[in-house]
C-alpha cells in the first residue's frame, strides 16, 4: 500500500508493525490498545473481539479492534497462551504536552517463554525460557525463569539428552541458533510434545566475544568468576537467552542476578514418560494435580516451596550426603511438631519473594505489591526464632541463610499507608509524617476540602438555594451545580459552565481560583508521592540478592515442612540410603492410592531387587490384579527416597538410582504416523539403549500390541537383554505366562504373581505379590468381571477348551518336528495356527504347545530342549532330578508308574503341558 495515502497516524502505525512481523502489536491510542489489520483478524477472533473498522486515508477502512489499556495483562496472558506473541506499543510523551502526534514505542514484547503476568502464571511452578545452541562439539542448553530471576545452563552430547533437559524444565518456549532445526532434533516432535514454541535467532547473536561481553556485562563479573570461562556451549546458549530477555523486556531485568552451572549427571533423570506413567506432576487422563504423587506431597505453604516442591520430583537427587542432609531435617521436624506447626503457620502469611521482586525490578510494582512484601518480611524473625531450635545441619543452614532485612520493612512501613490504592499515579501512597514537602501538600488538600464546603455553605445562604452543591469533575473541574427548580434563584455573578438534563452547573471568580490552588497542590502532591514510591521500590530492587538468598531458603523450609507433615499423617518410614544397588521394602504401599481409597484397606506389598540374585521379577497374573499398582508404587518409593522424603513402607532400604524408566500403558501417536504398537517399541528402545545397572526399569505387558507368538518373543528377547546385558534392576509384569520359564535359566530372574482365589466360581484378587508364577491370564474371568454378558463368557470358555485340546505337539511330530526346531513355522501352517492365530487367541490365552512352537532359536530352553534335542544347561527336565527322561510307557497299564516317576516340584508349567501332550499322543487319547 502506498503510505502517502494513508493518514499520518495509521503510517507510524504501520513503520512500528514493520519492527514486530511476528507480533500481534498493542497500539495505545487513548485510553485503548488498539489493533489493525491482520492482528486485529487474529485478535478479534481469539479474544472474541467485535471486528470493526477504521478510516485510514484508504477508500477501504482498515479492520480494526480494541481492548481497555486497563485490562491489558488478561488479553495478553490469552493470546500468548494461543501461541502468539504480543508486542506493547505505549504513549511515551503526555497528550495534553504533545506537539502534534503523540510518541509512541514499543515498551516490551510478550512472548510463552518471557511471560510475568500473575493471570498468566502458575504460582506453583515456573515459567522457563530454554536457550539450545548447536554445533558439532554438542548442545548449550540454559533455562530462564524472567518472573523469578532463576538461570541454570549446562551442556549435553547428545539429542537425546536435551529431550531430557526439556523434560526437566518442561519450557514454554525455545530460542535456539539456526543449526540446531538441522541438528536432529525432531523440533515438529518437540513442539507437539511439550506444547511450546521455537524461535530461531540470527547467527550474530552467537559470536563469542559479543557473547562474553554481554554475559560479564550483565553479571558484573569475569566470564571466569561466572563459572563458565571453559564452558563454550553453555557461555553461547546463556549469552542468547539474556540477549532475547533484553530485546523483549527493554529492561535491565536486575532480578536475574546469578546464572548456575549444573551437570545433568547430579540429578536422577526423569523422562517425560516416567513423568507421564508415574503420574507425578499431573494425572494421565484428566491432566489434573489431585491424583498425582505431587498432590499428596504438596502441603507447601507459600508460591515459592511449591514451586521448589515441584523440582524435587524433576529433579531427584543421586549424592546420597545430600538425600540424608534432608532426610535429618524432616526427622528432626517431626520430632518437634509444635514448633514445626508455629513456623507452617508464619509461612501462610508469607507472599511469593520471588515474583515480587521480578516486579520491583521491572518497575511493575504496584504500592500493594510492597505491603505484601513487607507483610512478607514481618514473619522473617519469628521464623528464624523457631529455627534456632534446630540442630540439623540443613536446619541451621536454613537459619543462617534467611536474612530479616528489617530495615526494608522498616522503611516500607514508614513510607507506605497501610491500605493503599492500586495506582501508583493518583496519590494516597504516602504516610503523613515520612516527607515534610508531601505533608505541606497534604495539608493544602485537607485545607482545601474544607474551604470547599464553607464556600458551599455560603453561596446557599446567599441565593438561598438549599440544596446546591460543589462537585467535581474530572473533565470541569470544580463547579456549582443547581437543580432546574431553581434556576431563577441563580445569581448573575454565576458563570454557566454545564447543562445537565436535570441541572445547571456554574462556576465563579472565587470558585476559580479555589480550584487553581487545590488542584495545583493534588497535582504536585501526586506527583511527589509517585517519586517517593519509586525511590522506595528501587532501594528494594538494589537488595536483589539478598531477597533472592532469603526466598531460597524459606522455600526450602516450606518444601521440608511439607514434606514432614506428610510423613506424620500418613505414617511414614525414613528410608536407608545405599549405594550397593539393593532394593528392599517391607510393607511398601502406593502413596496415591492409598490415600484416593476410601475404606483406607491398601493391601501392603514387599519388594526385594538388588544387583545379583535378584534383580529382575517378572510378575505375572491376570489384568486388574493389581501388577501395574505394585511396580508403580515401587518407582514413587525409590523416588520418594531421592527427593529425601519419608516413604510409604514399616521398612525401606533404597539404592541411588541414575534413572528410573517405564514402559506403562499403551497409547497411539497418530499425528506422526505411530501406532500404538510403534510407540511402545520406540520406548522399550529407548529403555534398552539409555539404562545402566544403576537404573530402575519398570516394564508392564511388553509386546502385547501385536500378535501373541511376536509379542511373546519379544518379551523374552527383551528380559533376556536386559538379564545379560543392561543388568538392571527390573520389575517386568507380563500377561504373557510362559515367561515364567525363565527362572533358573537366566541369572538373577525371579518370578511373581498376584495371589487370587476362587470364590463362588468367580476368581477373586488379593493383591499380595508371591513368589512364584501364574500359570494362565484369567482373561475370561476378568471379561466376567468386567459386566461382559453371560452367553459370551460361556461361549469364550467352550472356544477356550477346545483350542486347549488342540493336538499342536503331536501334528508337529508328524512333520519331524520338536518345539523350538527351525521347522516351526511350516509346522504352524500345517497345523492351521499360522500368522493369523492372533485372531483366534487371546493375548496369553494360546495353548503351551503352540507358543513353543514359535520360540525365538535364542530361547528354545523354554520347550526343555535345544535344538538337538538334549537338555539345555541348567534346564529342568520333565522327571526332575535325574536330567534324563524316563522311557514313555509301553501301556496304559503302565502309565501309573511313569506318573509316579515323574518329580513335579521341579517341573516347569510348560514341561508338565508337553508332558500332558506326549502321553495323550501315544495312546491317542481324545
Request: charged letters at 25%.
Amino acid at each position: 500500500m502506498a503510505e502517502k495515502k494513508l493518514s499520518p497516524m495509521m503510517a507510524e502505525y504501520l513503520e512500528t508493525k514493520k519492527q514486530y512481523p511476528d507480533c500481534i502489536l498493542f497500539y495505545r491510542i487513548g485510553d485503548f490498545y488498539e489493533m489493525f489489520y491482520e492482528d486485529a483478524k487474529t485478535a478479534s477472533s481469539v479474544l472474541d473481539l467485535v471486528l470493526t473498522g477504521k478510516d485510514c486515508g484508504q477508500a477501504e477502512r482498515a479492520p480494526m479492534c480494541g481492548i481497555p489499556f486497563h485490562a491489558a495483562d488478561s488479553y495478553v496472558t490469552r493470546l500468548v497462551g494461543a501461541g502468539y506473541k504480543v508486542a506493547i506499543a505505549e504513549q511515551l510523551e503526555d497528550p495534553k504536552l504533545a506537539k502534534g502526534l503523540v510518541k509512541r514505542g514499543v515498551i516490551r514484547v510478550v512472548t510463552p517463554g518471557t511471560l510475568t503476568a500473575e493471570q498468566g502464571l502458575d504460582e506453583t511452578k515456573n515459567n522457563f525460557l530454554m536457550s539450545i545452541f548447536y554445533d558439532a562439539s554438542g548442545f548449550g542448553v540454559s533455562s530462564v525463569d524472567v518472573s523469578t530471576g532463576e538461570f541454570l545452563t549446562t551442556t549435553c552430547g547428545t539429542v537425546k539428552e536435551v529431550l531430557d533437559e526439556l523434560s526437566r524444565f518442561q519450557p514454554a518456549e525455545i530460542v535456539c541458533n539456526q543449526a540446531f532445526m538441522i541438528s536432529g532434533a525432531d523440533t515438529d516432535f518437540i513442539k507437539e510434545r511439550f506444547n511450546l514454541i521455537i524461535t530461531e535467532l540470527e547467527d550474530g547473536v552467537y559470536k563469542d566475544e559479543a557473547a562474553t561481553k554481554l554475559l560479564e556485562e550483565h553479571f558484573h563479573a569475569s566470564i571466569q568468576g561466572i563459572g563458565l570461562a571453559d564452558r563454550d556451549l553453555s557461555r553461547l546458549s546463556a549469552a542468547a537467552a539474556l540477549h532475547y530477555v533484553y530485546e523483549t523486556q527493554k529492561n535491565s531485568v536486575a532480578h536475574i542476578s546469578n546464572i548456575r552451572y549444573y551437570a545433568s549427571s547430579q540429578y536422577m533423570i526423569i523422562d517425560t514418560a516416567t513423568q507421564r506413567n508415574l503420574e507425578l506432576i499431573e494425572t494421565m487422563r484428566e491432566k489434573k494435580k489431585r491424583g498425582t504423587l505431587l498432590w499428596v506431597l504438596d502441603k507447601t505453604r507459600t508460591a515459592m516451596g511449591a514451586r521448589m516442591l515441584r523440582r524435587f520430583l524433576e529433579q531427584p537427587l543421586i549424592d546420597r550426603a545430600q538425600i540424608l542432609a534432608r532426610q535429618d531435617a524432616i526427622e528432626e521436624l517431626c520430632g518437634h511438631y509444635i514448633d514445626r506447626e508455629e513456623m507452617s503457620e508464619y509461612l501462610n502469611t508469607v507472599y511469593d519473594f520471588e515474583r515480587l521482586l521480578g516486579k520491583i525490578c521491572y518497575k511493575t510494582a504496584n504500592p500493594r505489591d510492597l505491603i505484601a512484601f513487607k507483610q512478607s518480611l514481618r514473619m522473617l524473625p519469628d521464623i528464624r526464632q523457631e529455627l534456632g531450635l534446630f540442630q540439623s545441619p540443613l536446619m541451621k543452614e536454613i537459619y543462617e541463610g534467611i536474612d530479616e532485612m528489617q530495615e526494608l520493612y522498616q522503611r516500607i512501613d514508614q513510607a507506605i499507608v497501610e491500605d493503599p490504592p492500586v495506582s501508583s499515579r493518583d496519590g494516597g501512597i504516602i504516610r503523613e509524617g515520612y516527607h515534610a514537602e508531601a505533608d505541606r501538600y497534604m495539608q493544602s488538600k485537607l485545607n482545601g476540602k474544607q474551604w470547599l464546603a464553607e464556600l458551599e455553605q455560603r453561596e446557599r445562604e446567599r441565593t438561598g438555594i438549599k440544596t446546591l452543591k460543589v462537585k467535581f469533575n474530572r473533565i470541569f473541574g470544580y463547579c456549582i451545580e443547581v437543580t432546574n427548580s431553581f434556576k431563577d434563584l441563580v445569581p448573575a455573578d454565576y458563570i454557566r459552565k454545564q447543562t445537565l438534563t436535570g441541572a445547571e452547573r456554574y462556576t465563579t471568580e472565587e470558585l476559580e481560583k479555589l480550584q487553581n490552588e487545590i488542584l495545583g497542590a493534588e497535582e504536585k502532591l501526586h506527583q511527589l508521592e509517585y517519586e517517593l514510591f519509586c525511590d522506595v521500590r528501587d532501594t528494594i530492587a538494589e537488595n536483589v540478592q539478598r531477597v533472592q538468598k532469603t526466598s531460597h531458603y524459606v522455600a526450602l523450609l516450606d518444601c521440608l515442612i511439607s514434606l514432614s507433615k506428610v510423613a506424620t499423617s500418613n505414617n511414614y518410614c525414613r528410608p536407608e540410603i545405599n549405594e550397593a544397588g539393593r532394593i528392599e521394602i517391607r510393607d511398601g504401599r502406593h502413596p496415591v492410592i492409598e490415600k484416593l481409597l476410601q475404606d483406607g484397606m491398601f493391601v501392603t506389598n514387599d519388594t526385594r531387587l538388588d544387583d545379583a540374585a535378584d534383580r529382575i521379577a517378572i510378575i505375572t497374573g491376570p489384568n486388574m490384579a493389581g501388577k501395574s499398582t505394585y511396580m508403580r508404587q515401587v518407582a514413587l518409593i525409590v523416588l520418594m527416597a531421592s527427593i529425601g522424603s519419608f516413604v510409604p513402607a514399616s521398612h525401606a532400604d533404597i539404592s541411588i538410582c541414575d534413572r528410573i524408566f517405564t514402559r506403562v500403558g499403551a497409547s497411539d501417536d497418530l499425528a506422526s504416523g505411530q501406532s500404538t504398537f510403534m510407540v511402545e517399541m520406540n520406548e522399550v528402545a529407548n529403555i534398552l539403549r539409555n539404562a545402566t545397572t544403576k537404573s530402575l526399569l519398570i516394564l508392564d505387558e511388553i509386546g502385547r500390541g501385536t500378535s501373541t507368538f511376536d509379542g511373546l518373543s519379544i518379551a523374552w528377547a527383551v528380559v533376556e537383554y536386559i538379564a545379560k546385558v543392561v543388568r538392571a534392576k527390573t520389575l517386568f509384569a507380563t500377561h504373557y505366562h510362559e515367561l515364567t520359564e525363565l527362572e533358573g535359566r537366566l541369572d538373577g530372574v525371579n518370578n511373581y504373581c498376584i495371589a487370587v482365589t476362587n470364590h463362588d466360581q468367580d476368581i477373586v484378587f488379593l493383591r499380595k505379590i508371591i513368589p512364584g508364577g501364574a500359570d494362565q491370564s484369567y482373561g475370561i474371568d476378568v471379561a466376567s468381571l468386567a459386566g461382559v454378558p453371560r452367553p459370551v463368557i460361556e461361549r469364550a470358555k467352550e472356544i477356550a477348551a477346545e483350542l486347549s485340546d488342540a493336538d499342536i505337539l503331536a501334528k508337529a511330530r508328524e512333520l519331524d518336528c520338536e518345539p523350538g526346531f527351525r521347522q516351526e513355522s511350516l509346522a504352524l501352517e500345517e497345523s492351521g495356527a499360522g500368522a493369523d492365530s492372533d485372531l483366534l487367541f487371546g493375548a496369553g490365552d494360546a495353548p503351551n504347545g503352540m507358543v513353543a512352537e514359535r520360540m525365538p532359536e535364542a530361547t528354545r530352553g523354554a520347550a526343555g530342549s535345544t535344538a538337538d534335542g538334549t537338555a539345555p544347561a541348567g534346564a529342568t527336565t520333565p522327571a526332575g532330578a535325574a536330567g534324563t527322561e524316563p522311557a514313555l510307557p509301553a501301556s496304559i497299564r503302565d502309565a501309573l508308574d511313569y506318573l509316579r516317576s515323574i518329580d513335579i516340584n521341579h517341573m516347569t508349567p510348560l514341561d508338565a503341558m508337553n508332558t500332558l501332550y506326549e502321553l495323550k499322543d501315544r495312546f491317542q487319547l481324545s
